[in-house]
Antibody, heavy 117, light 110 residues
Framework: QEKLVESGGGVVQPGRSLRLSCAAS????????MHWVRQAPGKGLEWVAR????????YYGDFVKGRFTVTRDNSKNTLYLQMDSLRVEDTGFYYC??????????WGQGTLVAVSS | QSALTQPASVSGSPGQSITISCTGT?????????VSWFQQYPGKAPKLMIY???DRPSGLSNRFSGSKSGNTASLTISGLQAEDEADYFC??????????FGTGTKVTVL
């Protein structure tokens, strides 16, 4: 049973940094690409980033503009999202999702990031 | 990349069929076979309903079907049920290797 558990969210001031984690289990984590997707409260979904199965290829949404970095540690079955220079508009739920048989086929429950002074 | 355009709301009575549209450009939907649809209940994570335009994950109800024509993709829900009341989002892979979601549609079962 594929399972994803995000953590690391919280309240942070504008301009500060936060690192999110996504712990994976129930599948061979190191064989599949992974995504980060976010959702502002009451708003739609926004794709954040994708990383290849081995971490060698990384792609980001246009809004990231060099502020976020996606990485993975296959020895720990964990996906990360390092978020720097956070803005108020980065507030929302952050989900990790798999790419096993299809893009975004399994999702975690999300972790809430609140950027506020 | 701009979000794909979906109607804000669609409604139908139990047993009816409804269709949700998702309009993009030739750089996303029009040029991609990787179009997906997601269902999301309030306070819950999204769930994949359709991938690769018209494929369903195993175990998913065949009341949900997808299609694409030009730059517009569609999700059809047949035999509408109360449990189908949720938000629905489309997604497309783009020509520059990125992804874009739709604006979202709230489905109401009357």
């Amino acid at each position: 049973q594929e399972k994803l558990v995000e953590s690391g969210g919280g309240v942070v001031q504008p301009g500060r940094s936060l690192r999110l984690s996504c712990a994976a289990s129930g599948f061979i984590f190191g064989s599949y690409a992974m995504h980060w997707v976010r959702q502002a409260p009451g708003k739609g979904l926004e794709w954040v980033a994708r990383v290849s199965y081995d971490g060698s290829y990384k792609y980001y949404g246009d809004f990231v503009k060099g502020r976020f970095t996606v990485t993975r540690d296959n020895s720990k079955n964990t996906l990360y999202l390092q978020m720097d220079s956070l803005r108020v508009e980065d507030t929302g739920f952050y989900y990790c999702a798999t790419r096993i048989e299809a893009d975004f086929d399994y999702w975690g429950q999300g972790t809430l990031v609140a950027v506020s002074s | 990349q701009s979000a794909l355009t979906q109607p804000a709301s669609v409604s139908g009575s139990p047993g009816q069929s409804i269709t949700i549209s998702c309009t993009g450009t030739s750089s996303d939907i029009g040029g991609s076979d990787s179009v997906s649809w997601f269902q999301q209940y309030p306070g819950k994570a999204p769930k994949l309903m359709i991938y690769d335009v018209n494929d369903r994950p195993s175990g998913l109800s065949n009341r949900f079907s997808g299609s694409k024509s030009g730059n517009t993709a569609s999700l059809t829900i047949s035999g509408l049920q109360a449990e189908d009341e949720a938000d629905y989002f489309c997604n497309s892979y783009t020509s520059n290797g990125l992804y874009v979601f739709g604006t979202g549609t709230k489905v109401t079962v009357l």
